[in-house]
C-alpha cells in the first residue's frame, strides 16, 4: 500500500458518494479531454475514465504511478504525465483542439499558486473542477461586504466565474486532513466581465487595498490613487476595500495616475 506524502500534501479520496457526487458534477463526455491533476491511486480516475474513455492525468510522485496504472487497467486510456503541474505548460499540453477540462484533488499547500497558474492558460481551459480547502473556496466564491471576501475573490472575479459545489467532511480522505473541504467549479470567463486595460496595475490596486484591508482606500492606496482617480472612478475614497465590488476595483485602477501624489 502506498502512504501518502506529507511533502506532496497528499490525502487520498476514498469516500464512495463523494466520488460518486464529484464525477456526477464533471459530468465527463467521451469525446471531451479531461486532465485530472493528482490523481493519487486513482478513487476519482477510474470513474471518470469509465465515463469519459480516455484521460490524461498529470501525477508528481512516481512512486505512486505503477499502482494508478494498475487501479485503471481496463477502464480505458490513461495517460500519465509525470510532472510538477506547476510546472507543467498547460498550452503546450493542449496542443490544438477543443479546450481541456481540469479536475483533482488538490494539495492544499499549493492551491492558491497553482490556481493562477492554470488561469493563465484559460484560453485552452473549458473549466476546472477541484477539491480544495473549504475556508478557500468561500474566499473564491465570496460576496463584497463580508470578511471572507479579498484580494482572492477579485483577483478570479477577473477571470472566471466561481461556484461552490457542495462541502466535503474530513472522513472522505486518508489520512484525514486538518480542515474540512470543498468542491468548486471554476469556468473561464468566454468575455471580460468588466473593462480591464491593465491587468498588472488593477492587481497592483487589489493587492494594495488588502494588503490594508481595515484602513480606507484613500490610505490603503496612497500614491495609486488620489482625489481625482477617485472622483472620476466614481468611488468614494472613505469606503473600505472589502465593499468594492470587482468591477469598481477595475474601474479605480483604469484611471489615469494625475492626482495619486496629491494624497
Excluded at 490544438?96 to 493563465?120: A, D, K, Q, W
Aim: aromatic share 6%; with cysteine; hydrophobic share 45%.
Amino acid at each position: 500500500m502506498i502512504r501518502a506524502r506529507k511533502r506532496f500534501g497528499q490525502h487520498f479520496l476514498h469516500d464512495p458518494g463523494v466520488i460518486a457526487r464529484i464525477v456526477a458534477a464533471i459530468d465527463p463526455q467521451p469525446r471531451e479531454r479531461v486532465v485530472e491533476i493528482g490523481p493519487g491511486r486513482g478513487a476519482l480516475t477510474r470513474p471518470l475514465l469509465n465515463r469519459c474513455g480516455r484521460l490524461e492525468v498529470i501525477e508528481i510522485d512516481r512512486d505512486v504511478i505503477p499502482v494508478l496504472r494498475q487501479h485503471c487497467a481496463g477502464a480505458g486510456e490513461l495517460i500519465v504525465h509525470e510532472a510538477d503541474v506547476l510546472e507543467v505548460d498547460m498550452a503546450r499540453l493542449h496542443g490544438g483542439g477543443p479546450p481541456m477540462r481540469v479536475c483533482g484533488n488538490l494539495p492544499y499547500n499549493i492551491s492558491t499558486p497553482l490556481l493562477f497558474h492554470l488561469l493563465e492558460s484559460r484560453a485552452v481551459i473549458a473549466d476546472m473542477h477541484f477539491m480544495l480547502q473549504k475556508e478557500v473556496v468561500e474566499r473564491m466564491a465570496a460576496q463584497p461586504g463580508g470578511k471572507e471576501y479579498g484580494r482572492l475573490t477579485v483577483m478570479l472575479a477577473a477571470v472566471c466565474r466561481v461556484e461552490s459545489v457542495f462541502r466535503v467532511g474530513r472522513g472522505a480522505f486518508n489520512p484525514p486532513p486538518a480542515v474540512d473541504s470543498a468542491f468548486v467549479r471554476l469556468t473561464p470567463h468566454l468575455d471580460a466581465p468588466f473593462p480591464l486595460p491593465d491587468r498588472a496595475r488593477f492587481a497592483r490596486f487589489v493587492g494594495a487595498a488588502f494588503s490594508m484591508r481595515r484602513k480606507t482606500l484613500r490610505n490603503s492606496l496612497r500614491g495609486l490613487a488620489g482625489p481625482a482617480e477617485f472622483e472620476a472612478a466614481g468611488i468614494e475614497p472613505g469606503r473600505r476595500p472589502e465593499t468594492l465590488s470587482p468591477a469598481e476595483f477595475a474601474k479605480l485602477a483604469a484611471q489615469p495616475a494625475i492626482g495619486a501624489e496629491s494624497l
